[in-house]
């Protein structure tokens, strides 16, 4: 079946710019996350959703990043203002059950802020 | 707070090899420990999963081990091959306070398998 989908896949954006990230989960999977993977470091846990809330939001760097999901399916990360440091890899993942199930991820955007 | 680390942080071993990829964690406390595959351009794959009840889980020519008293996982890989030269990434679920979905990652070893 399909796997988790994200685009775009390469987003080059100005300094102090708005970006969207989409990320398409497998279909049935209730759990979903968002990491950051900045050049030379591990990935970063972002935020967690269970169906369409999110009960941990922990990760957000900062005021300027804020996310959604719908229909228990697609997410939006979206990052306003985008400063240098936020260039990075922003991989979205899923999974049935969120306590011990195996989290299946995308392929990533690769955000670059000039 | 939950810290993972990866020993090598590159490797790069003749085809045909025996190699094992060290990955140590602060927090014994943990749900379960993932190890992936990092290529580049298609994200990670995920290789093995070991539940904190279990010791080891066999895939193929990969195995996977976790000693969660000393914080402790090994990833073996037998009779290496040039299509296995990627980064692989460990990742650990929970800790002492934590949270029982969110993956804590190591910075991941770089392998290199030469023809």
């Known amino acids: 079946g399909a796997g988790v989908s994200q685009s775009p896949s390469n987003k080059v954006t100005e300094k102090g710019k708005d970006v969207e990230l989409r990320c398409d989960p497998i279909s049935g999977h209730t759990a979903l996350y968002w990491y950051r993977q900045r050049l030379g470091q591990g990935l970063e846990f972002l935020i967690y959703f269970q169906g369409n809330s999110a009960p941990d939001k922990s990760g957000l760097p900062s005021d300027r990043f804020s996310a959604e999901r719908t229909g228990e399916s697609v997410s939006t990360l979206t990052i306003q203002r985008t400063q240098q440091e936020d260039s990075a890899v922003y991989l979205c993942a899923s999974s049935l059950d969120p306590g011990t199930d195996t989290q299946y991820f995308g392929p990533g955007t690769r955000l670059t802020v000039l | 707070k939950q810290e993972v680390t990866q020993i090598p942080a590159a490797l790069s071993v003749p085809e045909g090899e025996n190699l094992v990829l060290n990955c140590s964690f602060t927090?014994?406390?943990?749900?379960?420990l993932q190890w992936f595959r990092q290529d580049p351009g298609k994200g990670l794959t995920s290789l093995l999963l070991i539940q904190s009840s279990q010791r080891e889980q066999t895939s193929g020519r990969l195995n996977a081990s976790l000693d969660k008293s000393s914080g402790r996982s090994t990833l073996y890989i037998a009779a290496s091959q040039p299509g296995d030269s990627a980064t692989y990434l460990c990742?650990?679920?929970?800790?002492?306070?934590?949270?029982?979905?969110?993956?804590?990652f190591g910075k991941g070893t770089l392998l290199t398998v030469n023809p």
């Open positions: 990742a650990v679920r929970g800790g002492s306070g934590g949270s029982n979905y969110k993956l804590t």
């Open positions: 927090d014994s406390a943990i749900y379960n």
